[in-house]
């Protein structure tokens, strides 16, 4: 059976209050209007704009159209990509694909501008159709969705979070699911007789996937020298993976579930200088083992991408090279840990030793390896070297000698660029 599932965009697929929000004040800025308060602004998501300006903001009908025109103004330059995907989505969208499913977008946004965002955030290989007005014009939304939906079809779907995606797909003929995590309420999707009610896209994607397994998620970790900044990094990295609709979960090494915390504490404790390197490099591995069997693994076979600070990486620099236990005799000691699992992707901070050592040192007390000497942190830094060297498609290198801001530019557009190329090859 031929299944199509159509979404509304605005609330459905992304987060789009922070670009209409600042397109809606400076529309009614321009026409020197009083400036609604936020709650106001918020009903501007999903009614067309004509709409929302004569009933939210009292214009007429004249003065509404001349407001459009100037939120457009801004709209289709800046404001269109101030926007977010809802964590989940991405996934939700892959599966429906890789079932086979026609998967459509039906919204009251001009098609050109909603085709433009679908594609900067990489949803539009999963979209078969974008059907919105025609150079700003007012659309019924049932015309819109009838206009998505394939020549023939057996079973239909409307998803919106608002009551006229909701009141529109059921005039079309279709299924309706109230979209709860949007930016309409559940009385008003309930009030509009949704077939079918999702609090949060989880829900959504059960409704819609129930029991399939989900694509594959993404792993990638983030390795460095301690002081290169990899907190820094991290957190921005967070923030563009989450505004891209990525389903992040965090974690480090050692550590990132209770019995790896346990052994971290043991090796970073500088109680413990008396610790051979074959006993570290073996409770690593101890840690590592549990780390992927409670937290990496069920992230990555959930659809999530697992972002770690630290993997294997680091045993094969600081164990291997710093310690000089060598490369080969690490990676033959983490066999039992890894079974085989690398990151699809790693970051690697780059930033001379001594640099970085003196940024550490300038933070806070250093741990157990940080106080090693010179030689032992040049040994460590010619070891990712030599790494990097090796395996140029799993890593990307960036300069962190520069401002944070500029490096965590730099990292975000690469890896989105490496996850959207893997999503590609995935299907």
């Known amino acids: 059976m031929r299944r199509c599932v159509i979404f509304d965009l605005d609330g459905t697929l992304t987060q789009s209050e922070e670009g209409i929000f600042r397109c809606a004040e400076y529309a009614l800025e321009k026409m ?23 009933e939210y903001a ?11 025109e100037l939120y457009r103004e801004r709209y289709t330059t800046v404001g269109l990509f101030e926007n977010r995907v809802y964590p989940g989505i991405r996934t939700l969208l892959r599966a429906l694909k890789k079932r086979g499913d026609w998967v459509a977008v039906a919204t009251g946004k001009p098609q050109g501008p909603s085709e433009r965002i679908l594609a900067y955030f990489g949803l539009d290989r999963w979209i078969d159709r974008v059907v919105g007005p025609d150079h700003g014009a007012e659309a019924g939304k049932a015309e819109l969705i009838r206009a998505a939906l394939p020549d023939s079809w057996d079973t239909a779907y409307m998803a919106g979070d608002r009551k006229f995606d909701i009141e529109g797909g059921k005039e079309a003929g279709l299924r309706t699911i109230g979209a709860g995590f949007g930016y309409g309420s559940e009385e008003e999707l309930r009030g509009s007789g949704c077939d ?80 051979t390197a074959e006993t570290e490099a073996l409770l690593y591995a101890a840690s ?46 983490n066999q039992y840990a890894i079974h085989g699992l690398f990151p699809d992707l790693t970051v690697f901070l780059d930033l001379p030793h001594t640099t970085a050592l003196s940024r550490r ?12 000497g010179e030689p032992f942190h040049a040994r460590v830094e010619a070891a990712y070297r030599e790494m990097i060297a090796r ?11 520069r401002g944070a801001e500029e490096i965590g530019k730099d990292i975000a557009g690469k890896v989105l660029s490496r996850l959207m190329q893997m999503e590609e090859n995935d299907g």
């Not at 020197?32 to 004569?54: C, E």
């Not at 999530?304 to 045993?315: G, V, W």
């Open 196 to 275: 079918l009610y999702a609090a949060s896209v989880q829900e959504l994607t059960q409704i819609l996937c129930g029991d399939q397994p989900l694509p594959k998620g993404q792993f990638l970790s983030m390795e460095g020298l301690d002081g290169s900044g990899k907190s820094t990094q991290l957190r921005l990295l967070t923030e563009a993976l989450d505004r891209f609709g990525y389903e992040v979960v965090h974690s480090r090494e050692p550590g990132g579930c209770p019995i790896s915390e346990k052994i971290r504490e043991i090796i970073l404790d500088r109680a413990n200088e008396g610790m």
């Open 58 to 68: 009292g214009m007429t009908r004249e003065q509404a159209e001349r407001a459009t």
């Open 361 to 372: 040192y300038g933070a806070s007390e250093p741990d157990r390896l940080e106080i090693e």
């Open 288 to 333: 590592r083992a549990q780390h992927v069997h409670d937290v990496i693994l069920p992230a990555v076979r959930g659809g999530k991408l697992l972002l770690c600070d630290r993997f294997i990486d680091s045993s094969i620099a600081y164990q291997g090279g710093g310690r000089e236990l060598g490369v080969e005799e690490v990676m033959d000691i």
């Open 391 to 401: 395996h140029p498609d799993r890593f990307i290198a960036v300069d962190a000698s």
């Open 32 to 54: 020197q209007w009083k400036k609604p308060d936020a709650q106001t602004l918020r009903r501007f998501i999903g009614p067309p704009l004509v709409f929302s300006f004569q």
